[in-house]
């Protein structure tokens, strides 16, 4: 029975571990596959999963989940560790904004509730409130009272804007590195 636990095991790892025909390391970042390393956590520049297109947040937070490694939830199904990235820091800002580049401008995590901004991981994770800001001047303005998501380098390079959900932008995708290695582990 050991021996069928240890091929159980090998066989998670590797099932976990392979992603679209990518092997997710268990430190740094898949760099061949445009994943970008800062301060502990994978970051890529995507585009809608099906389509490489631009999208609207629902769809690009969908493809965050689907292009990064997976770990077993609860119920037996697996989990998208990637989601559309949260910004905690002006440096991290600064890796992000440089990340996109190209004067390009895409998705961020947050989004807004009643009338405060959230950062929203996945499904089975709490929102939390956005502390860090970088909004452009006079942002963010509600335009028509209806832009309830958040762009980054809207005007100058690393500012925030809120607009529409249902705009299409790519969007950045980030996930902990060490949130995946730890769920190699149970
Ligand atoms: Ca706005």
Request: some cysteine; hydrophobic content about 35%; proline content about 4%.
């Amino acid at each position: 029975m050991k021996f069928i636990g240890i091929i159980t095991s090998l066989a998670l790892t590797l099932i976990t571990q392979v992603r679209a025909g990518f092997v997710f390391p268990f430190s740094g970042c898949l760099t061949s596959q445009g994943w970008e390393e800062f301060n502990g956590h994978c970051y890529k520049l995507m585009y809608d999963r099906l389509t490489a297109e631009p999208a609207d947040v629902a769809t690009m937070r969908d493809t965050c989940e689907d292009v990064g490694p997976i770990k077993f939830g609860d119920s037996g199904a697996f989990i998208g560790l990637a989601y559309l990235a949260d910004i905690q820091s002006m440096e991290e800002n600064d890796f992000v904004s440089e990340m996109v580049a190209g004067g390009s401008r895409a998705w961020i995590g947050a989004e807004k509730d009643v009338s405060s901004f959230y950062w929203i991981r996945d499904s089975e994770s709490d929102k939390v409130e956005v502390s860090f800001t970088n909004w452009k001047f006079n942002e963010p303005n509600d335009k028509d009272g209806s832009e309830d998501c958040v762009e980054i380098n809207r005007g100058p390079p690393g500012k925030w804007n809120d607009l529409l959900c249902s705009r299409k932008l790519p969007g950045v995708c980030k996930y902990n590195i060490t949130a995946y290695t730890a769920s190699r582990k149970d």
